[in-house]
């Protein structure tokens, strides 16, 4: 019986050890958006600590100021749940190579000074030297896993904030597609928007891979507290929108091309978070967040600055509702997923804090079709 426990533990504590490091592998290794439903815990545990700590009624100036802690806190704690899953593992390998015969306080010793190569405690067996190679192995392994992991995800979210603060110059800020038009409108620049949508396909087509391949990056909030890259990308997408369906210029094939890399990469990064969405929606069967009398507030508006508009304003509707339809439901949720700072037509349609299933504790499919419900 005695037998049969040890090689129990050890089998269990074997599997613990490789489970640790798939998971470590898939998230930081594996070039593609695979789920680890370790890192998924950790990160459901720690964002339930940041909106305790935020409370239900934080202005959005705490909110940003303590969930800005969020992503780097809960990828050192992933780190630190790596280390200590190996290390009680461990423990149970050292147990049964030895037998039994070894304490509690020996095997946490000798667990201790292997996965942190402090080299003061040590076997005289060699299954258990062996096992101490492994572990220290192993313990420096996920440390630099995580030192080379780091100066990726930096660039990459080095190279998205340069992007969104260059945004604020054409699109104001908070950023909106209908302040980027008027401003082109103004500066008599209409025709140099081509190289707006070329350099932004481009961005669509970065954060499409870096967001799916790093989703920790995803919760990095800008360093700007009125900055964001969902709100950034929701202004992209509706100006290019306006200016293909309402603005009376020549046709823009690079400006549809953007849309649709944009929704694209917010529907791949809204697979990963396993956010509910139709994958091929059509206007009006499915409606959008953005009211017909905001529409039409916005074309005044671009009137009134001189854009050349399509006489047509209820195919201009129709034809802007059609783009739009594309990225209304990810966008909205991707702005309340990241608690993004209000902007026009994206976190400002009432998902503040959406938690899509892969954070719950329990996945409801249904619960985002049910908070987004159009305005009238």
């Given at each position: ?44 545990m ?43 593992c ?29 080299g ?84 669509f ?15 990095f ?41 944009g ?6 990064i809204?697979?990963?978070?396993r ?16 009211a ?10 671009l ?18 509702a ?12 991707l ?42």
């Open positions: 019986m005695v037998v049969f426990v040890r090689v129990l533990v050890f089998a269990a504590a074997v599997a613990g050890v490789i489970l640790t490091l798939g998971a470590a592998l898939r998230t930081v290794v594996l070039p593609r958006g695979v789920p680890s439903r370790l890192a998924r815990v950790v990160f459901i720690t964002r339930r600590f940041f909106r305790l700590w935020a409370g239900p009624r934080a202005s959005f100036e705490r909110r940003d100021r303590i969930m800005a802690l969020y992503g780097p806190v809960a990828l050192f704690a992933l780190l630190v749940t790596w280390v200590s899953l190996v290390f009680v461990y423990m149970g390998i050292y147990w049964t190579l030895g037998h039994g015969a070894l304490s509690s306080r020996d095997v946490f010793t000798i667990s201790g000074s292997a996965i942190f190569t402090l003061f405690a040590t076997t005289k067996d060699l299954p258990s030297i062996a096992a101490v190679f492994s572990e220290a192995s192993l313990g420096l392994g996920l440390l630099a896993l995580l030192i080379t992991y780091l100066p990726s995800l930096y660039g990459s979210f080095s190279r998205r904030e340069a992007a969104v603060t260059a945004l604020e110059v054409r699109a104001g800020s908070p950023p909106s597609g209908v302040a980027m038009i008027e401003r082109f409108t103004l500066l008599e620049r209409l025709d140099q928007l081509t190289g707006i949508w070329t350099r932004w396909e481009d961005w087509v970065e954060i499409e891979e870096t967001h799916t391949s790093f989703p920790a990056l995803t919760f909030r800008s360093p700007q507290p009125d900055h964001s890259w969902v709100t950034a990308a929701g202004a992209v997408l509706d100006g290019a929108a306006i200016a293909v369906s309402s603005v009376d210029i020549p046709r823009d094939v690079q400006a549809e091309i953007c849309i649709r890399a929704y694209l990469a917010l529907r791949r809204a697979d990963f978070f956010i509910h969405y139709h994958p091929d929606p059509t206007f009006p069967e499915s409606p959008i967040m953005v017909r009398s905001e529409f039409d507030q916005a074309l005044d508006r009137a009134a600055a001189g854009t050349p508009l399509k006489p047509d304003r209820d195919q201009a509707w129709v034809d802007f059609g783009w739009r339809v594309n990225y209304d439901t990810v966008l909205i949720a702005a309340g997923l990241t608690m993004a700072p209000m902007a026009p037509w994206s976190s400002d349609r009432g998902l503040i804090d959406y938690v899509p299933p892969i954070l719950r504790a329990k996945a409801r499919s249904k619960a985002l079709t049910h908070s987004l419900m159009p305005p009238d």
